[in-house]
């Protein structure tokens, strides 16, 4: 089955990225689909980044990291970020 399913996305001009993980049936099952794709096209937002401020970021990160947590450069990106609008009064 898994073969026809590349052939027909193949034929289509489709590839296939990844496996839809197993929600469930029913309408609470394609809530939770719903759900989970909206927070994956939130966290795979592409972001342009000068070479030099990841290559900074990535330094940060190394340092931040401890054997037990290893500290991502673009989540240290984004906590910073977040962090700095929170920080900005909007008037409103």
Do not use: C, W, Y
Not at 10 to 35: E, F, N
């Amino acid at each position: 089955m898994a073969e026809n399913i590349r052939e027909i996305a193949a034929k289509m001009g489709a590839v296939i990225v990844g496996q839809v993980p197993d929600t469930g049936g029913g309408a609470l099952g394609a809530a939770k689909l719903a759900h989970d794709v909206a927070r994956l096209r939130v966290e795979t937002q592409p972001i342009r980044i000068a070479a030099v401020t990841f290559e900074k970021l990535t330094r940060i990160a190394e340092r931040a990291s401890t054997p037990e947590r290893k500290v991502d450069p673009l989540d240290l990106a984004a906590r910073l970020l977040e962090d700095a609008v929170a920080a900005i009064q909007d008037g409103g």
